[in-house]
């Protein structure tokens, strides 16, 4: 279950909030803390955008897999119910950086028998944006994220049974990614494995590689080119008609 101060709600700085759509935000950290900019300033810049928006501090170690999803997918089902402010509540996105990229992308993935068995509501979101995201357990590993969401010592099936990409399927929601070709922390390979595996399955993806630029940026304030990926996400937001 989640705690009320885990969960932060910004309504949109606009006219009828109730009737826009809904950001779910997912902040970075290696499943071991939040990452203050790419939470609140997140959502203030998603306001901006006409959009309302939930940062939402899950679990992180030393609570461990499936903690995380678990609280997350529990979340979106309140959400779907109208609960935390007043939105669309048919219209429900997920954005994650990093370790919140990989949370997003597992929460775009097919719920368990449990979760479906515990939630009379969709239990996916409606579009997904992933920021420079986490997605193999197993290929290229950031070993932050390994070690915080299944321990050192994980198995390697373990590990396997959380790669983002194998839980792509044809309801997987169309989704947005950006990511650097210089990103050292998390290889830009894992962006394109996801995308690839969208593609595979039919699912409308949107890949953004910028040259430059280290991991972690958040919203890229300042830094040139790389800042550019805000405006490309707002516009294909409104081309979901949203």
Known sequence: MTHADEIVFLPARAEAPESRPLMLV????????????????????????????????????PQRHPEPIVATRSLLAALRRGEHGAFDVSRIGVLGFSAGGHLAATLSSAPTAAERAAHDVDARPDLAILCYPVISMTDLVHRGSVDALLGPDAPVAARAALDADALVDERTPPTFLWHTAADEAVPVTHALAYTRALVRHGVPADLHVFAEGAHGKGLATGLGPLEGWTRLAVDWIREQGW
């Open 26 to 61: 997912l902040p970075g950290g290696g499943y071991a803390h939040h990452a203050p900019h790419e939470a609140e300033p997140v959502a203030a810049w998603l306001n901006d955008a006409g959009l309302n928006a939930v940062v939402f501090r899950y679990p992180v170690a």
